[in-house]
Structures are given as structure tokens and as C-alpha cells.
């Protein structure tokens, strides 16, 4: 997660139409999310901050606290009103047995309708990029655009490491320790990198017991990872979405491959991609690269 320099390029890709999509009943039964919602500068046009809102979308394991500093900058560079979610078995939303794509689709989709959203643009990295995909698939209607961070629309396994973190953080509760430095010691028998374990520790509280404990659910969370590495559309002539889509890469992960850029352009036919130098964990490892490539794609739709 540690910033590096990035390497920038963009490539527009065929604009071929669409030929229908999918419609979905309105959703009842979804989890409602907990949000930051950060506001861009007083001297903003209303109508523009009122009428296009960002709905930036966490990964796996994290919260809107790992999208706080991004978001703020976006509401900034952009003048639209930002709300970074939690979603279902994270950060401060509600917990529930059931975490799959469609799940999590239902939800961002019913955050929508609750705050009376307007085309909204979703933003979402990792797990957050298919959440955001799949609504965009789901409900077209809904969304004007989306920014996917190193993901793609494909089944594709995990990194093992997703099922070494959730092992790492069993033990921890496990062990009843009373010190995030006990909890850190425990976490680099599974993990190197001081930036990852330090987003993990992120999840850790204080017990009224004097011990920590996660607050991510890890029973659900890891009975959820095979779903994690699936996608819920498998065929892009039934669903497709016609409005524009970013896909930022990260050179240096293996969730957007060169081979899936051919389905991509089906699910999604007026996408871009944007590599950037980068690990999987792009938004931190290379923020003003992020911010620039996000800020030129919605400056352009406007």
C-alpha cells in the first residue's frame, strides 16, 4: 500500500450499443448501509451537487474509513456530494448470514432509493467494483456511470491470502488479546506487509472485557469467499450496460488480465481501462494517480 509512482494509460475501447437489458422489482428486504457523506465546498453550483451524487464502495474487509481521504478530494476536484458506504458485514452496517454480489447489489441499490439518489456514479474497488458492476447490469435505470478498481465481471478465484487474513484474525480473537500491538504480533505470522496488516487492524475493538475483538463477522465473511470470486451475469447479450464505465487496473495484480477485456466489452461496451503502477490495493498505493484518472473520466461525462 506504500505510494508509488504511477504509469498512466488510457484506451478507449469499441462503442458498439446495446441490445437489452434486464429489469429488477424494487428492493424491500435490503440492508441499510452506514455512510460518510462528504460534501464538496460551499461555493459549489447546487444544482450540480445536488443532481450528481458518488457512491464510492469499499472492498473486502474494509469500511468507508479506508475511501475517507479519496472521497474528500473527489467532492472537492468534482463539486458533487460524495457517500462513502459500509457495506452489509462491514464497518458500521448491520450484519447478516447472506453476502453475495446480488446481496450486496440490493443494497447499494436500496441506499439509492432511500436518499432519493439521481443518477448517482458508482465507485467501487474489489468486492466493491463487482457490487458496483452488478448493480449497473441489475438496474441500469439507476446509475450514470461507474468507476470498477481492478476487478472484472468474471469468475475468477481469490487471492489465497483473503482465506490467510481470516484465519490470522480467528486466531487473534482467539488468543483474547489486550493490545493491538498483541493483535499485530499474532497478524505478521500471516502477513508481511505493514499496510495490510494495519488495514486489517482497522476492524479490531475493545471488548467491555479488556480484549479485542473484530467487527466484521468472520464466520459469514469466510463462509462468503467462494462467492466473492464469482459474478452473478454470465451472459452479456441478456444484460449490458450502455452507459460509460472506467476500469483502473493495477499492473501489478491479476484480477484484470488482458484475457478479460473482451468480455468486459460486452457486459459494458463504452468502457475504458486506465493502468496504473500499481498492486491491487490501488486507491493507497497510488492516490493522485486514482484521483486523476477518476477526476478526467467524470469531467468528461459532464
Do not use: C
Not at 60 to 87: C, E, H, I, Q, T
Not at 191 to 200: A, D, M, N, V
Not at 206 to 230: G, K, S, V, Y
Amino acid at each position: 500500500m506504500l505510494a508509488s509512482i504511477a504509469r498512466i494509460r488510457l484506451r478507449q475501447t469499441s462503442p458498439y450499443q446495446l441490445h437489452r437489458s434486464f429489469t429488477f422489482s424494487p428492493v424491500s428486504n435490503y440492508v441499510k448501509l452506514a455512510y460518510d457523506l462528504h460534501k464538496p465546498a460551499k461555493d459549489a453550483d447546487d444544482a450540480s451537487t445536488r443532481n450528481a451524487p458518488i457512491i464510492f464502495i469499499h472492498g473486502l474487509f474494509g469500511s468507508k474509513k479506508n475511501n475517507r481521504s479519496m472521497s474528500k478530494v473527489l467532492a472537492r476536484d468534482l463539486k458533487r456530494p460524495v457517500y462513502a458506504v459500509d457495506l452489509r458485514n462491514h464497518g458500521d452496517s448491520a450484519h447478516d448470514s447472506r453476502h453475495d454480489y446480488t446481496a450486496l447489489a440490493e443494497d447499494v441499490e436500496g441506499f439509492i432509493d432511500e436518499h432519493g439518489l439521481e443518477k448517482p456514479t458508482l465507485i467501487g474497488h474489489s468486492m466493491g467494483a463487482k457490487t458496483a458492476m452488478t448493480v449497473a447490469l441489475r438496474s441500469p435505470h439507476k446509475i450514470a456511470n461507474l468507476v470498477s478498481i481492478d476487478n472484472a465481471p468474471v469468475d475468477a478465484a481469490l487471492k489465497s491470502d483473503f482465506a490467510k487474513y481470516v484465519q490470522a484474525m480467528k486466531r487473534v480473537e482467539e488468543a483474547g488479546v489486550k493490545r493491538q500491538s498483541e493483535a499485530d504480533e499474532i497478524l505478521k505470522e500471516y502477513e508481511e506487509s505493514l499496510p495490510i496488516r494495519q488495514f486489517l487492524l482497522t476492524n479490531l475493538l475493545r471488548t467491555p472485557a479488556n480484549t479485542h475483538r473484530f467487527r466484521i463477522p468472520l464466520r459469514h465473511l469466510a463462509a462468503a469467499l467462494p462467492a466473492m470470486a464469482d459474478f452473478p451475469f454470465r451472459d452479456p447479450d441478456a444484460a449490458r450496460f450502455e452507459g460509460p464505465a472506467l476500469f483502473v487496473r493495477g499492473t501489478k495484480s491479476h484480477y484484470v488480465p488482458d484475457e478479460t477485456l473482451p468480455i468486459i466489452g460486452r457486459f459494458f461496451p463504452r468502457f475504458r481501462v486506465v493502468d496504473i503502477e500499481a498492486g491491487h490495493w490501488v486507491v493507497s498505493e497510488a492516490p493522485e494517480e486514482i484521483r486523476k484518472a477518476v477526476v478526467e473520466f467524470l469531467q468528461d461525462k459532464d
